[in-house]
């Protein structure tokens, strides 16, 4: 275990900071490498959208004839060509019984169709021949198909594209056609960062044989701004930020995002955030870099802070299809700060860590659910050092963070967040969970508390008053956070402590361009007694600018 002492003349500002703040027990900070170093504070356009499941792809063709002679009573089904699923076959059995005419038979059709959509064939046809129908036997021809060829086409031209040709290329030739392959090569396709990618099928002269055709919009590289005034309780003031996100720019498939911000007076914070994400192979892995500067100068300590951060990382989808994903990730980050603001505290740390992850989600029309667990495990390298009282630096933590989104009807959504962090060792500041800011702990201040070991969730109903036009996404909320957790150091007064903020709000969005949040946020349970519980009110608006985006 090391330690960096802080300068002398912070460390005797400091002391004499916490002597005539009431609540100084409660001081702490926790980063999460998916927000900027200032805890709390959430960048105004963030890469988490709101989940929902891949557009599923027809995957089948129907053909339905008019039948001969007299119609008469459906009293059995007869399947031709490949064997039929047992969902698929259910479904056609229950049309026994009715009249055997044209508006039956495309009904059954249909019903077939849509039944195949969920079933482990990905490719089929489907056709109910003009026959005789005057003893109700239906033939119905049904054959498993494949994917012959892969064609990316641009601009109504067919064009080369080693990245989605590689995803596409396991399924190609694949008899019959798996639904497990076809769905993971057309969910790797759309989630390329710089395309618009919308599959098609294209006919053949073979029997089962189906062409895919990629038709690909490259998008345009945005830029994008905002404010939020949200504070800490170091960092008075609230923050401007400017961004920007090109796309292949080095190779096929690859994004670089840059990221700028400054507290509203110019001085107290400032930082700047690269990150940097390309694919590894045509099998869905990508590579993470990632980079980020702060500096701090606090009016209430005039003490000059930085921060530096980099990280580097893999991930890989084990499990991909146009509903599920399970994903599999590990990264190491790096992290040295001097007097760094980070929430309630400064920092002298330099810690690195190595992080094992798992993500997992599922989304249907109405429901989205994700979950993330994360095992972390502190390097003690020969300069690991933290200024935090009794933290190791070899600490070892597991954090579980979840998400549920569930739609009810067309206007309101049920939103449920919750995080917790479970470890036996006293962690360096940057590791600890936090609680106050944005994401938990809206009525409290940007990083007030931060545990060892704790949880922390909110609920968040909202409603959508309009049904169309540019305003529509726009909603009005009401929520309620509550959390708790303790510090793993005996002399801390931070142990079993629990609270609480509720609130309500209004998001004025137009489209996906433009948004503008007020917000009012008071506590309901406070840390300790003595602390303010006077209400937060929080102003956030963005901009995006996309070319040939409207």
């Known amino acids: 275990m090391k330690h960096r002492a802080c300068k002398s003349s912070a460390i005797a500002l400091f002391s004499a900071m916490l002597f005539i703040q009431p609540a100084a027990a409660l001081q702490g900070a926790a980063t999460d490498l998916n927000r900027p170093l200032d805890p709390g504070y959430t960048p105004t356009e963030s890469d988490e959208m709101e989940p929902k499941p891949e557009a599923p792809q027809q995957r089948g063709r129907t053909d339905v004839a008019a039948p001969m002679g007299t119609a008469s009573t459906i009293r059995g089904i007869n399947f031709i060509g490949a064997d039929v699923p047992e969902d698929v076959a259910a479904v056609a059995e229950s049309f026994l019984g009715q009249q055997a005419d044209v508006k039956t038979l495309k009904a059954l059709a249909a019903a077939m169709s849509a039944a195949y959509q969920d079933s482990p064939v990905a490719l089929f046809s ?4 003009s026959q005789d129908l005057s003893d109700g036997i239906v033939d119905i021809r049904i054959a498993e198909g494949y994917v012959k060829n892969a064609y990316v086409r641009k601009d109504d031209k067919v064009t080369e594209s080693k990245l989605l040709s590689g995803y596409m290329e396991p399924v190609i030739g694949q008899q019959p056609a798996s639904r ?19 599959p098609r099928l294209g006919t053949t002269k073979e029997q089962g044989a ?7 919009e490259p998008k345009k590289n945005r830029f994008y701004g905002g404010y939020d005034n949200r504070e800490s309780r170091l960092i008075d003031r609230g923050r401007l930020t400017a961004g920007g996100v090109g796309y292949n720019l080095m190779r096929e498939g690859d994004q670089l995002s840059g990221r700028l911000s400054i507290s509203t007076d110019g001085q107290q914070a400032r930082s700047a955030e690269i990150s940097y994400r390309s694919p590894v192979g045509t099998r869905g892995t990508m590579l993470d870099l990632a980079a980020a500067y702060q500096e701090t100068r606090p009016d209430a300590i005039p003490i000059e802070g930085e921060a530096v951060q980099v990280s580097a990382g893999l991930s890989h989808p084990l499990l991909l299809d146009f509903k599920r994903e399970v994903s599999a990730s590990f990264r190491i980050d790096h992290l040295q700060s001097t007097n760094a603001a980070f929430g309630s505290v400064l920092t002298n740390d330099e810690i690195t860590a190595a992080r094992l992850g798992l993500t997992g989600r599922k989304t249907t029309k109405k429901r989205a659910v994700q979950g993330v667990a994360t095992l972390s495990q502190g390097v003690d390298i020969n300069s690991a050092e933290t200024s935090t009282p009794g933290a190791s630096v070899d600490f070892t933590k597991i954090d579980v963070r979840s998400r549920l989104i569930q739609a009810v009807g067309k206007r309101v959504r049920l939103n449920l967040s919750a995080s917790a962090q479970w470890t036996e060792d006293a962690l360096p500041a940057n590791e600890r969970l936090l609680i106050g800011g944005a994401s ?17 969730a909110i609920f968040e109903p909202s409603y959508r008053p309009l049904q169309k036009g540019d305003f529509k996404q726009s909603d009005i909320y009401v929520f309620a956070d509550y959390g708790g957790g303790s510090l793993n150091t005996p002399a801390s007064s931070l142990q079993d402590i629990t609270l609480g903020s509720a609130g309500v709000g209004v998001r004025f969005k137009w489209k996906d361009m433009a948004m503008l949040g007020l917000e009012m946020a008071e506590p309901f349970k406070l840390p300790v007694s003595s602390l303010n519980d006077d209400p937060i009110y929080s102003v956030t608006w963005s901009f995006k600018y996309q070319p040939g985006q409207s």
């Open 210 to 216: 189906t062409n895919v055709i990629l038709d690909v």
């Open 180 to 198: 497990s392959s076809y769905e993971r090569a057309l969910a790797l396709s759309r989630r390329v960062p710089g395309y618009k990618v919308t």
């Open 126 to 129: 489907l056709a109910i021949p």
């Open 440 to 456: 938990f702990g809206r009525g409290f201040r940007n990083g007030l508390v931060a545990f060892d070991k704790g949880y922390a």
